[in-house]
């Protein structure tokens, strides 16, 4: 899936540090018609293969979402992430929940 992030102001390097916070995998990307400058591209590319490989349901995809989506909020509102720790908890109990093998 491919965000684009030109509203929030944030680039995709941003997003992609900010998710990388809480142990969420992501990459910058461009949109069409971004800069040519990889620093200021505002494209974020989430991959949902791994979690469905995994087998997280509909309704642990919503959780993800949703703590991806106030994180980024954070970040451009307050310029960092609140309730980080629990954040981090919570992926790490859908990995657990989860597991590879």
Known sequence: MLLNLKQTGLTGQQAQDTLAELNITSNKN?????SA???EW???RLG???ATTRGLNTTDME???LMISGSLRD?????SVRYINELRASVADLCKNYPIY
Not at 30 to 34: L, T
Not at 75 to 79: A, D, I, S, Y
């Open 48 to 50: 949902v293969a791994a």
């Open 75 to 79: 970040k451009r509102e307050t310029g």
């Open 42 to 44: 505002v494209g974020l």
């Open 37 to 39: 400058k990889p620093s």
């Open 30 to 34: 461009p949109i069409p018609f971004d």
């Open 63 to 65: 959780s993800l979402g």
